[in-house]
Structures are given as C-alpha cells and as structure tokens.
C-alpha cells in the first residue's frame, strides 16, 4: 500500500530513519539480530532491488522466536515467508496529516511495525509512531509560535486579525487532534505495554493539548463573533443547574489550590438560552477567580433575581482586585494585566473577551467591580427577557441569601 502525497513543509520524509534494509532471502535469526545492532525498535524493510517489497515487524518476529521450539522453526527460515507484505508505505512528500490519518483508518498495524517512507518508489527509511508523534508536537508548537507572533499584528487590524485567527485555529486543529488521538490510543495499550513513566508524558501531552483545544475553540467562538456569525442555539435552562455544574467542574481546581469555593442559589428560574455557551461564560470567571486568588482565600459563585426581573450571576473573589487602569484593558482581545502576577499566569488573553462577547449575544451586560487589596466581583446580567419563569421543581426562591448579602445586586455597570 503506497501513498503519495504534494511536497509539505512537514512532510513524512523528515521522521524517516535511513536504517539499512534487509533482504527478503535473510534468515528471521540474522533479521532479529540486525534489528538488535541497530535498535530498531519498531521493524526493518525488506528490499530488493532497491523497492520495498515488505515489512519484518519487531513485534512479530520477537513472538516467533520467543519459544525455543518456535525459534529453530523461524531461525532459518528466509524473512519473506514472515514479513508483513502489504506495509503502509508512503512518499517522502506526503504531509504528517494524511500520515496520521492513514495509520489511524486503514493501517492501525503501523502502530506497531512502523511505516516505510520512499522517494520516487526507492526505500528511504522506516518511521515509526514515537518519531510521527514526536513531530506532531513540534509542527503544534510551531504554529503556536505563528500565533503569538501574529497576536501583535492583529492587535493593530482587527479585522485582519478575525479572518486570520477562523483560518489559522481552524488549520491547528488537525495535528491537535492527531497528538490527542495517538497519546490515547498509545495510552490504551493498543500499540503495547506503557511504562509508568511513559504514561506520565501522555499524561502530559493530552493536558497540554486539550489547554491548547481549549484556546483554539475560544479563539474560533471569539472570530465567529467578532463577524457576526456565531449562533446561540436557545434552549430552557435551569438556573440551578447550571451553577451546580460550574461548581462542579472547578472545585477540584480550586481544592487543590487551597481555597474556599463557596455557591448559592437564590434565584431557582428557567432562563432562555445556549446552556453550553452560558457555561463557559461562567467557567472563564471562575477560572480567572481561582487562578488569581491566593491559596486560604475564598471564591463564591451566587446568582439573584435582579431589581428589574432579570437575573444576575455573581463571581466572587477575595483575591488581590483588578488595578483601575487594567480594568478595560482585560476585556479586550488579547488584553492582559501589566502587574508581574498577571504576566507570569497562563493564558493568551482570550476568556475574558469572549465572555463579554458571549453574555452580549444574550442581550446581556457584564460588569466588573474591583479593589485592589480587598477583591473582584464579575456580574453577569441577564434581562427580564431572558427570564422563562420560576423553576418548576425548586419554585421562587426565600430569602435575600448570600448574594445580597455580599452587595451583589447588579449595578449596571463596572
């Protein structure tokens, strides 16, 4: 199975090792042998007159020489009879992506034995799925480094910068998908045993990697809204319902931080909107509420029923408050804090923007209160409009409860 693909500036020729072929009349013993000098640790190719003809998979040949019976049956024995005949073999032109897809829908065997790269149908090297991955992390990389790099442009043309950031996050997703699928399939032990600590990097991979999805997927909601075409797919939502799943997604964040995560919900309505996007309205707040509050400090998330018949969500911290002169700065793109903490967090500045722009597509507005030393309060208003009625289980709420008590009704404004 050969495939060829256009010349790619990450293409397969770069993972190919040039290790020294076999030919198909060598005994599996001196196969094996071979594979053990030069530490090929998925297969060798087979060639004769210089075009692959077949694959000897490591994995295969170890199985058959493992038991002394099995081995003076195979020791002797010409490769050919033994070697996998229709390999994965691709062009040194073909892109990293059409390569992951290859192994992942029509050679899952690749996964073990490895993959033969050619130029003009002459053998090449043999590439493997440790070298393929590797790769995919540094293509990732690289084009993460094109972003930051096109951040600062696209701070001076804004419209430059929406078109740019649809079609750039759009191209990352590919090779994103490929390291998240390959560390989960290796992770499963699909392509053998996986040792502690290569568990570990998977582990590793597969955080780092959803982080960046998680950019990506703001930064396409952030353009689609930025050009009018993001759409909110409305829906009844159950007030409490969704405060009890941002709390639940955050505590152990917050836990392992060491603070307090306080909620309470005093306004039991049914609201008309998109559940998801109102979600991730308040997961960014109360990301950023974990992320700059210091460890023994508290975080509330509260919501009430507003003077006007809308409704307010609060998030709350006691954290070290927002500099005035920060205040607009962190609700624009990319916009970040200038103090060293703010720095030093994660974060491309991203969440806060697109809040702002996910709560308007409500109908909304999103108001900040601050003071350095003392604490934030980010309050999401939501109008009368969007207000369905009382929750058919919980009915109308009792009491003023914490929110009021923090003085948190909503302002109108920052």
């Not at 703010?342 to 909304?364: D, I, N, P, S, Y």
């Amino acid at each position: 199975m050969t495939e060829t693909g256009r010349t790619a500036d990450w293409a397969i020729g770069q993972v190919a090792r040039p290790l020294p072929a076999v030919g198909p009349e060598m005994p599996c013993g001196r196969v094996y042998a071979r594979m053990q000098e030069l530490g090929a640790s998925a297969g060798l190719a087979v060639v004769q007159d210089g075009c692959p003809v077949g694959l000897a998979g490591r994995r295969r040949l170890m199985h058959q020489l493992a038991h002394p019976v099995t081995y003076a049956l195979y020791e002797n024995r010409r490769i050919a009879l033994v070697m996998e005949q229709a390999p994965l073999i691709v062009d040194a032109a073909t892109s990293v992506d059409r390569v992951t897809e290859l192994i992942a829908t029509e050679k899952v065997s690749a996964l073990d034995d490895g993959f033969i790269v050619v130029d003009a149908g002459r053998y090449v090297g043999v590439g493997t799925i440790t070298e393929l991955l590797n790769l995919s992390v540094e293509k990732a990389r690289s084009q993460i480094h094109e972003i930051d790099a096109a951040r600062a442009a696209a701070e001076r043309a804004s419209d430059s910068k929406s078109r740019f950031l649809a079609n750039l996050s759009h191209e990352l997703r590919t090779p994103l998908n490929a390291i998240l699928g390959f560390a989960e399939l290796i992770e499963s032990g699909t392509a053998g045993a996986v040792t502690d600590k290569q568990a570990e990097y998977l582990g590793d991979i597969q955080n780092s990697g959803r982080r960046l999805l998680t950019l990506i997927n703001d930064l396409l909601d952030l353009s689609r809204a930025e050009s009018g075409r993001l759409e909110l797919h409305a829906e009844s939502v159950e007030l409490d319902i969704l405060l009890s799943e941002a709390h639940r997604t955050l505590m152990p964040r917050a836990k392992a931080k060491g603070l307090s995560f306080e909620i309470a919900r005093h306004a039991p309505l049914v609201i008309r909107g998109d559940e998801q996007k109102l979600l991730q309205v308040l997961l960014n707040l109360l990301n950023n509420a974990v992320k700059f509050t210091p460890e023994g400090e508290t975080v509330r998330l509260s919501s009430e029923v507003a003077a006007d018949g809308g409704v307010a969500l609060h998030v709350v911290d006691t954290g070290a408050g927002i500099p005035e002169g920060d205040r607009a700065r962190i609700m624009e793109p990319f916009g970040r804090g200038r103090d060293q903490a703010t720095r030093r967090a994660e974060g491309a500045g991203v969440g806060l923007a697109l809040t702002k722009v996910l709560v308007e597509a409500h109908q909304g507005e999103l108001a900040l209160n601050s003071e350095p030393g003392v604490g934030t309060r980010f309050t999401v208003y939501l109008p009368p409009a969007r207000v369905v009625g009382p929750d058919p289980v919980n009915g109308p709420g009792d009491g003023p409860g914490m929110a009021a008590a923090q003085g948190g009704g909503y302002t109108g404004g920052a």
